[in-house]
């Protein structure tokens, strides 16, 4: 599943810390978006506990696009061997 966007990009150094909690890529006093910086840390949390992952491919200035992965399990009917 994918999710993407067309807003400012994240820069390649950013893109692996984006998904720790509070950080934020503009954590400027003037920045115009708001926001606490957990969603990506909440929804990574979740992928994983589900035992998926979740990462982002971006450019700055073309917007970015987040994947998730998650394993599909098959639930074992009971008296199934």
Do not use: C, Y
Request: aromatic content about 4%; hydrophobic content about 35%.
């Amino acid at each position: 599943m994918a999710v993407a966007d067309t807003g400012p990009g994240i820069p390649a150094a950013e893109q692996a810390r984006i998904f720790h909690e509070f950080h934020q890529v503009d954590s400027s006093n003037t920045k115009k978006k708001g926001g606490t910086g957990l969603g990506l840390a909440i929804a990574k949390r979740i992928v994983e506990l589900h035992g998926g992952r979740i990462w982002v491919k971006s450019e700055p200035g073309k917007g970015s696009t987040f994947q998730i992965e998650l394993p599909v399990r098959a639930e074992q009917r009971k008296g199934a061997a």
